[in-house]
C-alpha cells in the first residue's frame, strides 16, 4: 500500500508538474527551431529522464508486493496452523475426559454385554486418541511444543496403566474398589495430563504471538526498504530536474514548432495521471478490502460462519465488562450434539457438515438478535444469553433449543437424527471472567452427558 500510495503521487505527480511547468515557462515563448543536433540530445534527455524514473518505480513496486504478499503468507500459514493445533488438542482433551466418562459408566454398570460395549468404546477412543497425537505431531511445532507433549505422553502412560487398572477391577467384581481407584488415583492422574494440555494450548499461542510479530517487523523492515528506495528515486529525479533544466538554455529556438505538440503531451500526461489516481485509489480499496476479509476469516468458523474461540472469548469479554457496569446478568451456553459422530460416521463427513450446518441455522432461529453465538470446534457450541431478567427465561431457551436440535434432520435423503446436551453458568453467580464460565458451564455439560444427554444443567459442576 506504500508503494501504491506514495511513489506514484511523489514521484510522478511531483516530477512531471514541475517539469511541465518550467517547460511552460521557456516553451512557450520559443519561435523557431534552432538546430536538429539540440532537438536529438533534448530528446535524449528526456528518454533517459522518464526511463530511470518508470524504472524506479516499477522496482520500489515490485519489491514492496513480493514482501508484502510474503507476510500475507506468512499470517494465513500462522492462523491456518494455530487453529489446527489447538482444534488437534481440544479434541485430545474431549477424547480423554470421555474415557473417563466410559469408566464412570463400566463401574455402574450390571449388564455383562453393556460392560465389555464400554470397554470396546473405551478402546476405540483410546486409538482415536492416539491418531489424533500422530496428527498434531505432524504441525510445525517447535522444540518447547515438542517437550511439552513428551511430558504429556508420559503422565498419559501413567493415566492408561490407571485407567486399565480400574478394568480389571471391574472385571474382577470390585466395584467399589474400582470407584474409590478412579476417584483417588485416575481422575487426578487425568487432571494433571489435562493441565499439560492446557499448557500446550496457551505455550503454543504466545509463540504464535511470537511469530506474528516477526511478520509485522519484516513487513516494518520492508516499508524501510522501500522508502530508501523512494528517497533515491527522488534524488535522482531532482538531478534528472537540474540536468533538463541547464539544458533548456541550450534548446531555445527548439519548441517554436512544438508548442502544439507539448499542449496535447501534457494533456496526455494529466490524463495519465488522473487515470494512474484512479487506478491508485482502486488498489487500495482492494487492499482494504482483503484486509477485513483476512481479519473475518481470523475471527470466525470456516463452515458455519460463527465466531471461534478467539473471538468469542474476546466478545464475551466484552460483554461482562458492560454487565458489571450495567449489573445484569449473563447465562452461558455450552453445548456439545449428541450422536452427531454416529452420523459422520454412518453417512460421511460431508453430511456431517451439512447438519452444523442446520444446527447453527436452528441456534439462530431461537436467538435473540444481539445474542452472540460461536462454534468452538467439532460439535461444540456456545452463547451468550445477555441481559436475563429471570432464570426461567433461560430455561425455556434451553428447553427450546433442546426441542429443535431433537427435530430430524433431512439431508441428501438421508435421515439424521441427533441431540444436544448443555451446560450453562451464570455471571456473576458461577464466576467473574470468561474462563471460569467456560469452565463451569462445560462441567454441567459433561454432567448432562453423564446421565443420559439431550438435557441441559445449570450452575456450577465439580469435574472429577
Do not use: W
Not at 148 to 176: D, G, P
Not at 345 to 351: P, T
Not at 360 to 379: E, F, M, P, V
Not at 443 to 457: L, P, R, W
Request: a positive charge; aromatic letters at 6%.
Amino acid at each position: 500500500m506504500f508503494v501504491i500510495d506514495y511513489l506514484p503521487k511523489c514521484i510522478f505527480t511531483h516530477y512531471n508538474k514541475k517539469i511541465l511547468k518550467l517547460l511552460t515557462n521557456h516553451y512557450m515563448n520559443l519561435s523557431s527551431l534552432n538546430s536538429s543536433i539540440e532537438e536529438k540530445k533534448t530528446r535524449h534527455y528526456l528518454t533517459l529522464s522518464f526511463t530511470v524514473i518508470i524504472f524506479l518505480i516499477i522496482l520500489a513496486t515490485g519489491f514492496s508486493f513480493r514482501y508484502l504478499n510474503s507476510v500475507h503468507k506468512n499470517i494465513i500459514q500462522i492462523i491456518e496452523t494455530q487453529n489446527k493445533q489447538i482444534d488437534l488438542m481440544h479434541k485430545m482433551r474431549s477424547i480423554s475426559r470421555e474415557r473417563i466418562i466410559k469408566l464412570q459408566a463400566l463401574i455402574t454398570s450390571r449388564d455383562p454385554f453393556e460392560k465389555d460395549a464400554l470397554i470396546m468404546q473405551f478402546q476405540t477412543l483410546g486409538g482415536l486418541f492416539l491418531e489424533t497425537r500422530q496428527e498434531l505431531l505432524k504441525t510445525a511445532l517447535i522444540d518447547d511444543e515438542k517437550k511439552l507433549l513428551k511430558i504429556q505422553r508420559e503422565i498419559a502412560r501413567n493415566v492408561v496403566s490407571s485407567q486399565y487398572k480400574v478394568i480389571e477391577m471391574v472385571q474382577n467384581n470390585q466395584n467399589q474398589e474400582a470407584l474409590n481407584y478412579l476417584v483417588n488415583e485416575t481422575v487426578p492422574l487425568q487432571n494433571q495430563n489435562l493441565s499439560y494440555m492446557d499448557q500446550f494450548i496457551v505455550y503454543q499461542s504466545h509463540e504464535n504471538q511470537l511469530l506474528k510479530n516477526k511478520s509485522v517487523k519484516k513487513l516494518k523492515s520492508s516499508y524501510t526498504i522501500v522508502a530508501i528506495l523512494t528517497g533515491l528515486s527522488i534524488v535522482l529525479i531532482i538531478i534528472v530536474a537540474i540536468v533538463v533544466t541547464r539544458h533548456m538554455s541550450k534548446i531555445v529556438n527548439l519548441l517554436s514548432t512544438l508548442a502544439s505538440q507539448y499542449k496535447d503531451t501534457a494533456l496526455k500526461l494529466t490524463i495519465a495521471h488522473d487515470s494512474l489516481e484512479h487506478k491508485v485509489t482502486e488498489k487500495t480499496l482492494e487492499l482494504q478490502e482483503a484486509n477485513e476479509h483476512l481479519k473475518h476469516i481470523a475471527g470466525h468458523d470456516s463452515l458455519t460462519g460463527l465466531p471461534n474461540r478467539r473471538l468469542f472469548q474476546e466478545l464475551l469479554r466484552q460483554e461482562l465488562r458492560r454487565a458489571e457496569r450495567n449489573k445484569y446478568t449473563i447465562a452461558l451456553l455450552y453445548m456439545d450434539l449428541d450422536g452427531f459422530k454416529l452420523v459422520n460416521d454412518q453417512f460421511g463427513h460431508d453430511i456431517g457438515d451439512s447438519v452444523l450446518v442446520d444446527v447453527t441455522r436452528r441456534l439462530q432461529d431461537s436467538l435473540r438478535k444481539d445474542d452472540l453465538i460461536a462454534r468452538l470446534g467439532g460439535d461444540e457450541f456456545t452463547i451468550c444469553y445477555s441481559n436475563i431478567k429471570d432464570i426461567d427465561n433461560v430455561k425455556t431457551l434451553c428447553k427450546n433449543l433442546i426441542d429443535k436440535i431433537d427435530q430430524p434432520m433431512f439431508i441428501g435423503g438421508n435421515e439424521c437424527q441427533i441431540g444436544i446436551s448443555i451446560g450453562v453458568s451464570l455471571y456473576p453467580d458461577n464466576g467473574p471472567d470468561c474462563n471460569t464460565l467456560l469452565r463451569v458451564a462445560d462441567a454441567a455439560m459433561y454432567q448432562v452427558k453423564n446421565q443420559g444427554k439431550n438435557n441441559f444443567q445449570i450452575g456450577e459442576v465439580t469435574t472429577e
